[in-house]
């Protein structure tokens, strides 16, 4: 479910969200995904959630499985950590990495290079819809 920013800011106060921060990082044993840091106690408020799909604020899918296999400390392909990435929508960040992840994306999404490649996936199948019906 798409939400604006408010309501982001209210779920994140709501026990259900609560419920499945604690859950993710139980799943995670309470390890940065990145860096592999753990954290407890008190400098357990370093270790963020992070949603993989904005799209999925309110349904997120948490399946301990997967979770199990990603923190198994196994080496795994890039295709199996993809594979597993799109089978959920939470993994925990420590502050640095997700600081990092962020401005990586942030930077990704601003250069020219990436514009251009979403607005060529964007307007390909119009094109190709269209074409197909001039025939």
């Not at 008190?42 to 309110?58: A, F, P, Q, S, V």
């Not at 990092?100 to 601003?110: L, R």
Request: charged share 35%.
């Amino acid at each position: 479910m798409i939400m604006l920013s408010e309501e982001k800011n209210k779920y994140r106060q709501s026990k259900e969200w609560k419920e499945k921060v604690k859950l993710v990082r139980e799943y995670s044993n309470n390890t940065c995904l990145l860096c592999g840091g753990k954290y407890s106690g008190k400098r357990l408020k370093n270790l963020h959630t992070h949603h993989i799909h904005e799209d999925m604020y309110g349904e997120e899918k948490i399946v301990k499985e997967v979770y199990d296999r990603l923190y198994s400390g196994d080496e795994l392909s890039y295709e199996e950590i993809e594979d597993l990435l799109s089978q959920i929508d939470l993994v925990c960040l420590c502050t640095t990495c997700h600081r990092k992840f962020v401005e990586y994306w942030i930077k990704k999404f601003n250069s020219k290079s990436f514009k251009k490649s979403i607005f060529s996936d964007m307007i390909k199948p119009i094109i190709e819809v269209l074409s197909n019906e001039i025939e």
